[in-house]
């Protein structure tokens, strides 16, 4: 069932994504979706240490340099990110603009700056969502240290 669809991010999104507590949200991982060139989807990965909520309508996001993803990104402003997070799938459309490259980046990336169009929120009559993609990271505390110098280059 599908609740209503928001402009914005509810509280619990807006503190997934708050760039606080990165230890905490170091096993979920998001399906950032965009679309290629022959007009096909087109998914990847995202984590908490790659998008930051500047506001409830407005996320900034890192992507690694020369993926199809940032092409893709670059070439439309379009994406979508998917997330199961306390028992709730929800999917985030996006209107994305390309932010200004960091000279000296410690860890360059692609950034984003993208409005929220919509956000739906899709839970089950019958059933709990336990998880969606969870990971292990081989070395949580490097991984999440540069997450941490990424998101702070991202808020810049």
Do not use: C
Not at 5 to 21: I, P, R, S, V
Not at 73 to 97: D, F, H, N, P
Not at 109 to 129: G, M, N, P, Q, S
């Amino acid at each position: 069932m599908t609740k209503k669809a928001q402009m914005n991010l509810d509280d619990t999104l807006y503190q997934l994504f708050d760039g606080t507590h990165l230890q905490d949200k170091a096993h979920l991982a998001m399906t950032l979706h965009t679309v290629d060139e022959d007009g096909y989807p087109h998914q990847a990965m995202v984590s908490a240490g790659e998008v930051y909520a500047e506001s409830s309508e407005q996320l900034r996001i890192a992507l690694w340099l020369g993926t199809t993803t940032t092409g893709n990104m670059l070439r439309t402003g379009k994406a979508l990110i998917g997330v199961v997070y306390e028992g709730v799938s929800y999917t985030i459309s996006l209107q994305a603009q390309t932010l200004p490259e960091l000279e000296q980046s410690k860890h360059p990336r692609a950034r984003f700056v993208a409005k929220i169009r919509e956000v739906r929120a899709d839970v089950a009559k019958y059933a709990t969502l336990t998880s969606g993609i969870t990971i292990e990271l081989h070395d949580l505390q490097a991984v999440v240290q540069r997450w941490q110098e990424t998101l702070e280059e991202l808020k810049r």
